[in-house]
């Protein structure tokens, strides 16, 4: 299906528009690049049957149906259109409405079509993401979901065993693993008219554990043993990837996004829009010889949080925006650089549930903040 560009919206265009800018869908502020963006996906009808999805817990046909006012026959088709091009979710257990990011960003580009509509829709997310609506429900009270998972040659000849954070206990866990086909953020990006100087499009997130067993059926990515998936991610970090995954123990299945400064929105959350503070604190953080240090410069370039820092020809590093991803040291040829146990690191969860469960308060007081500052500027 062909974009639809530069047309006005309709009643269910703007209700679908005003749903996705809710604060429980993590949306932008209501206004004509989210309505624009919502035409680009949904046409009118498309629109009205996605009014009677309900938000991440799929429901019926029937149900559905009934919320949209329709008749199940008619509502089915539209329904089913949407899941295969995969603006909603569609499955087994029903039907379901996603947030735009993430969600759709993610589940729309992970199979790597560049139709029209695929560039369209990563061009406009792009540069929706960049007007930095997220500062809403961020910097208030921090809510640890992502982790980084180092390397673990970096962190071996330190007297705390790195246990639960490292690769290798990921690895060791699981018998699936796949790669995605791209990567949804690198693939925006280039939508909109940028490139990766880390990475190709064609790196895409890393999957462990059931997450990967449905990637082939729905070609959205590829199947690798575990000794490919490790050189993998020995590749990626060598390119100066940041490797961040959910705040769960290796047990859980996972995914780990292999992420970028210049492309990957995570990124670009933790170093604009507060975003740190969905950050767990890692098992290591990199501490500074003042002494060793030559003020090269290298470090930079290798950092993707921007922890380290020149200014007035001198090096300067701040600790609090250190992910313990390890890159710098590599890139110090002076071997200033060294990772040090940091007293404030908690164990990630044992699952995605006592995750959800640890986060939930703190969600709500994000979302309680977001409502706000959004009826405020109303105001």
Same mark, same amino acid.
């Given at each position: 299906?062909?974009?639809? $560009?530069?047309?006005?919206?309709? /009643?269910?265009?703007?209700?679908?528009?005003?749903?996705?800018?809710?604060?429980?869908?993590? *949306?932008?502020?209501?206004?004509?690049?989210?309505?624009?963006?919502?035409?680009?996906?949904?046409?009118?009808? $498309?629109?009205?049957?996605?009014?009677?999805?309900?938000?991440?817990?799929?429901?019926?046909?029937?149900?559905?149906?009934?919320?949209?006012?329709?008749?199940?026959?008619?509502?089915?088709?539209?329904?089913?259109?949407?899941?295969?091009?995969?603006?909603?979710?569609?499955?087994?257990?029903?039907?379901?409405?996603?947030?735009?990011?993430?969600?759709?960003?993610?589940?729309?580009?992970?199979?790597?079509?560049?139709?029209?509509?695929?560039?369209?829709?990563?061009? =406009?997310?792009?540069?929706?993401? *960049?007007? %930095?609506?997220?500062?809403?429900?961020?910097?208030?009270? =921090?809510?640890?979901?992502?982790?980084?998972?180092?390397? &673990?040659?970096?962190?071996?000849?330190?007297?705390?065993?790195?246990?639960?954070?490292?690769?290798?206990?990921?690895?060791?866990?699981?018998?699936?693993?796949?790669?995605?086909?791209?990567?949804?953020?690198?693939?925006?990006?280039?939508?909109?008219?940028?490139?990766?100087?880390? +990475?190709?499009?064609?790196?895409?997130?890393?999957?462990? %554990? !059931?997450?990967?067993?449905?990637?082939?059926?729905?070609?959205?990515?590829?199947?690798?043993?575990?000794?490919?998936?490790?050189?993998?991610?020995?590749?990626?970090?060598?390119?100066?990837?940041?490797?961040?995954?959910?705040?769960?123990?290796?047990?859980?299945?996972?995914?780990?996004?292999?992420?970028?400064?210049?492309?990957?929105?995570?990124?670009?959350?933790?170093?604009?829009?507060?975003?740190? +503070?969905?950050?767990?604190?890692?098992?290591?953080? +990199?501490?500074?010889?003042?002494? +060793?240090?030559?003020?090269?410069? =290298?470090?930079?370039?290798?950092?993707?949080?921007?922890?380290?820092?020149?200014?007035?020809? &001198?090096?300067?590093?701040?600790?609090?925006?250190?992910?313990?991803?390890?890159?710098?040291?590599?890139?110090?040829? $002076?071997?200033?650089? !060294?990772? &040090?146990?940091?007293?404030?690191? /908690?164990?990630?969860?044992? !699952?995605?549930?006592?995750?959800?469960?640890?986060?939930?308060?703190?969600?709500?007081?994000?979302?309680?903040?977001?409502?706000?500052? =959004?009826?405020?500027?109303?105001?």
């Amino acid at each position: 299906m062909m974009p639809r $560009e530069d047309i006005s919206p309709d /009643i269910h265009q703007k209700k679908l528009a005003r749903r996705f800018s809710s604060v429980w869908l993590i *949306g932008p502020p209501m206004g004509d690049e989210l309505q624009a963006l919502v035409c680009h996906l949904f046409d009118p009808e $498309e629109a009205r049957v996605a009014l009677g999805l309900p938000s991440y817990v799929p429901k019926r046909l029937k149900a559905v149906a009934r919320r949209a006012q329709m008749a199940e026959a008619e509502a089915l088709p539209v329904l089913e259109r949407l899941a295969a091009r995969r603006v909603i979710y569609g499955g087994s257990s029903g039907y379901s409405l996603m947030p735009l990011i993430p969600g759709i960003f993610e589940y729309f580009l992970m199979n790597g079509k560049e139709t029209p509509m695929h560039r369209g829709f990563g061009d =406009r997310i792009t540069r929706l993401f *960049g007007t %930095g609506y997220v500062k809403d429900f961020l910097g208030w009270v =921090r809510a640890p979901a992502i982790r980084n998972i180092p390397i &673990e040659e970096h962190v071996s000849h330190q007297q705390t065993v790195a246990d639960a954070d490292l690769v290798e206990k990921l690895l060791a866990a699981h018998d699936t693993f796949a790669v995605l086909n791209v990567c949804q953020c690198r693939q925006s990006v280039a939508f909109a008219g940028g490139r990766c100087k880390r +990475a190709r499009v064609e790196d895409g997130c890393l999957l462990f %554990g !059931s997450f990967a067993e449905g990637v082939v059926p729905q070609g959205t990515g590829y199947h690798v043993t575990r000794e490919e998936m490790r050189a993998v991610i020995r590749e990626r970090w060598e390119r100066n990837l940041v490797l961040l995954t959910a705040n769960v123990s290796h047990e859980s299945p996972n995914a780990i996004c292999t992420c970028c400064d210049c492309c990957c929105h995570g990124l670009e959350t933790i170093n604009h829009f507060g975003g740190m +503070a969905l950050m767990a604190e890692p098992r290591f953080k +990199a501490v500074v010889d003042v002494s +060793a240090c030559t003020n090269c410069g =290298r470090c930079l370039r290798a950092c993707n949080t921007r922890a380290h820092t020149i200014e007035n020809k &001198e090096h300067h590093y701040d600790p609090t925006r250190c992910i313990g991803c390890a890159a710098c040291l590599s890139s110090c040829p $002076e071997g200033a650089i !060294s990772l &040090e146990p940091n007293p404030l690191y /908690i164990p990630p969860s044992e !699952s995605f549930t006592r995750l959800f469960l640890r986060l939930s308060p703190k969600v709500a007081a994000f979302g309680a903040r977001a409502f706000l500052i =959004r009826l405020k500027a109303r105001l």
